[in-house]
């Protein structure tokens, strides 16, 4: 089992402040994948990176994957509380069968 | 442009009884994933299937759950005699070709055994 571990947890923010979540392991992944779920949602997939050292953006939402493809992190800049939600990041496993998920971050953008 | 489709929505269960949870992929895709969630937590692997083909079901416990996905008609997941720890959000997911391709997920079945 591949662990991915996602931190912080619970993030609460006022709109208009930047963050950044994370999330390691000590393995190795092709690929990497960020998610965001809402209440009573199932997730909805954000962006896919696949080379060490990438660096993509959707809008405000800035993705990396580290140099040696075991880490990544999401920088939102001026959050907005329409980026409430839960973020997972998921690893594909080595035979590419299943993504192994994070238990992810709670992120609360208040008004 | 359907999504992936998942029903019931919700399923309440008393203890021992059968749990059946559906899932049609979105058109097109081939390969079918089910997760299970608690709350306040990830999402855990149970099986990957493609028509007819369990490929992987190293995440399903080895008693009371199985998974099918037939030539025609959606995937199953089934819990027989359920207990109350059965009680989760069940995500069914699909994609086109498999290996890291993305994955597009229903919006779940919540069980809840009584």
């Known amino acids: 089992t591949q662990l991915l571990e996602q931190s912080p947890q619970f993030l609460s923010i006022q709109e208009g402040e930047n963050l950044t979540v994370y999330c390691n392991s000590s393995?190795?992944?092709?690929?990497l994948q960020w998610y965001r779920q809402e209440p009573g949602e199932g997730p909805v997939l954000l962006v896919t990176?696949?080379?060490?050292?990438e660096v993509k953006k959707l809008k405000r939402l800035t993705f990396q994957f580290g140099d040696a493809r075991k880490d990544s992190s999401l920088h939102i800049t001026a959050a907005q509380t329409g980026d409430t939600g839960l973020y997972l990041c998921?690893?594909?496993?080595?035979?590419?069968?299943?993504?192994?998920f994070g238990s992810g971050t709670k992120l609360n953008v208040k008004p | 442009n359907a999504g992936v489709m998942q029903n019931p929505r919700h399923l309440v269960r008393r203890r021992g009884q059968e749990a059946r949870l559906r899932c049609s992929p979105m058109?097109?895709?081939?390969?079918v994933y089910w997760y299970r969630q608690l709350p306040e937590e990830g999402l855990k692997f149970m099986v990957y299937?493609?028509?007819?083909?369990?490929?992987?079901e190293s995440g399903m416990p080895k008693e009371r759950f199985s998974a099918e996905f037939p030539k025609e008609g959606p995937s199953i997941l089934r819990i027989q005699q359920v207990v109350r720890g059965d009680s989760a959000a069940y995500f069914c997911?699909?994609?086109?070709?498999?290996?890291?391709?993305?994955?597009?997920f229903g919006n779940g079945t919540r069980l809840t055994v009584t």
């Open positions: 990176v696949v080379t060490g050292g």
């Open positions: 058109k097109g895709h081939s390969h």
């Open positions: 998921a690893g594909d496993s080595d035979n590419f069968n299943k993504f192994y």
């Open positions: 299937l493609q028509k007819e083909n369990i490929i992987d």
């Open positions: 997911a699909s994609s086109p070709r498999g290996g890291n391709s993305p994955l597009h």
């Open positions: 393995s190795v992944f092709s690929s």
